[in-house]
């Protein structure tokens, strides 16, 4: 897993400031259907998500019997509710019935496109589900998961 700010005015010139590279190696280790990686820490008040896309670099594949393989992107709150896919919902990440890029689909964008602005110490994190399989039997795959966030405190002198 590679996890890098957008730095440069290119990386930053499509409107994200944030990118996690999630390969196959960071889920086959795991004997079971799903796997958790935490993406961001650290988020809190005056911080807020305003948009996420993945990019589906290369289709993961299998030498096993998973069907399909799925990457939710959502939130880790400390004591209130979790919305593990209020990012990103359910996208198909194995080589037949793949979605090569995609905008936020989350609870966060389904209608006002609200966003996510923790009200207290909050994570981002990308659960994949296997079906048929244990992830153990993949073989390849990239996803690149983009988000674009601000802290609001910090922005035109507020204090």
């Known amino acids: ?10 990386e930053r010139s499509n409107g994200f400031n944030f990118l996690a590279k999630l390969l196959w190696t960071d ?12 993406l961001a820490t650290g988020l809190g008040v005056g911080d807020i998500v305003l948009d996420a896309a993945h990019y589906l670099k290369t289709a993961f ?17 400390a ?23 995609g ?12 966003g996510f602005a923790p009200q207290e110490s909050a994570s981002i994190e990308a659960v994949f589900t296997a079906t048929g ?13 983009f988000l674009r966030s601000v802290n609001l405190s910090r922005l035109g002198g507020v204090s």
């Open 61 to 77: 594949t299998t030498s096993g019997a998973i069907s399909a393989l799925t990457v939710d992107v959502g939130w880790n709150v």
């Open 103 to 114: 905008d936020g689909n989350g609870a966060a964008f389904a209608t006002l496109r609200t």
């Open 79 to 101: 004591t209130g509710t979790d919305v593990p896919a209020g990012l990103i919902v359910a996208r198909e990440l194995l080589a037949a019935g793949r979605v090569l890029a």
């Open 133 to 145: 399989a244990n992830l153990t039997t993949l073989t390849a795959g990239e996803v690149w998961i």
């Open 27 to 38: 889920l086959n280790a795991t004997a079971g259907l799903t796997k958790t990686l935490v």
């Open 1 to 10: 897993m590679i996890i890098s700010p957008l730095n440069s005015v290119e």
